[in-house]
């Protein structure tokens, strides 16, 4: 089943409790060393840290949950925070910095169309992240414009819930708001009162601009959002150098801008993946919007530089534009 960039919702096929599908996911793009040696000092330290690996599953959460850690300094971040908090209404108490920032850059990676090239078909599989990991593991080669796995909403769900676990996030886990589609929910205790948070990862049922805290699903239509607990993957199995290094380059890029910032990049990429837009529209079209953006918004404009970088490393050298 098709879809145009901009859509946001379709048609969905009944299959019980776990889930559906709809929507699509990812582009990925990759470091080129001639870029990095031209790129300004700021960016040429963030791409040199982003090019480590991680050997095992438990490696892979520790060096994430660090970058998420070194995201927290970011102004778009803490900003994208308070501004949870306030249409929350919650506490910092209830739903603390680190914690928000290691599940915001989850969230982005492993969403439908986020920077790890994830792609949502449907699949009818269960509601575990099994079968991406063993697409990951079947994966012999990263391009820069190529899907990493193809999952379900479900799927992607239990990704996103079983990776915040791991990286010692609790409470979160899974909602069906219809019968046919899933997304995740970061539960957290307190006063003045229990707070639920969505993190849908795809677009189904959501316009285009919804994201991370979305109050298009109420989370409280299910009487109680159930920890997710399966142990998808082993903390001592192996990832494949190339993978883990694609992951962790990627986060490293991504994930000290702003939501709407990665938001914007995330439907351009899910373009280029879903066939809908050629590498070069999407870079002209990126480069665009970095033009548009507040000279002060550094971690942006970096952002931006990376993924039209990336882009425009897929292309013919007659077709590159300069940025």
């Not at 969230?107 to 009818?124: K, P, Q, S, V």
Request: aromatic share 8%.
């Amino acid at each position: 089943m098709g879809k145009s960039v901009n859509t946001s919702i379709a048609s969905p096929r009944r299959r019980g409790a776990h889930g559906l599908g709809l929507l699509v996911c990812a582009l990925w793009a990759c470091m080129q060393a001639s870029s990095a040696a031209a790129a300004p000092p700021a960016r040429n330290a963030q791409a040199t840290a982003a090019t480590t690996t991680a050997g095992t599953l438990a490696d892979l959460v520790a060096r994430l949950r660090a970058q998420a850690a070194a995201s927290q300094s970011s102004p778009a971040v803490r900003a994208d925070y308070d501004a949870l908090l306030a249409a929350q209404g919650v506490s910092a108490a209830q739903l603390p910095y680190p914690d928000y920032a290691y599940l915001r850059l989850l969230f982005e990676a492993t969403r439908d169309g986020g920077y790890w090239n994830l792609h949502w078909a449907i699949t009818d599989r269960e509601p575990n992240s099994d079968a991406i990991w063993s697409q990951w593991r079947a994966l012999r080669q990263v391009r820069p414009t190529a899907i990493t796995a193809t999952a379900e909403c479900d799927e992607l769900s239990a990704l996103f819930a079983f990776l915040a676990r791991r990286g010692g996030v609790r409470n979160v886990g899974l909602f069906w708001p219809t019968a046919n589609h899933t997304v995740a929910v970061w539960s957290a205790p307190g006063k003045p009162r229990e707070a639920r948070i969505v993190a849908p990862t795809t677009q189904i049922f959501l316009s285009q601009y919804d994201s991370f805290g979305t109050r298009g699903f109420d989370p409280w239509k299910q009487a109680r959002i159930y920890e997710y607990a399966r142990r998808d993957l082993a903390d001592d199995a192996r990832i494949a150098p190339a993978l883990s290094g694609f992951f962790l380059a990627q986060s490293g890029k991504y994930a000290r801008a702003s939501g709407m910032s990665l938001l914007r990049l995330r439907q351009l990429r899910d373009g280029v993946l879903d066939g809908a837009m050629s590498p070069a529209r999407a870079a002209r079209q990126a480069q665009a919007q970095r033009e548009r953006l507040h000279p002060g918004a550094e971690d942006d404009r970096r952002a931006y530089a990376h993924f039209i970088d990336d882009l425009q490393a897929t292309l013919p050298a007659v077709a590159r534009s300069d940025r």
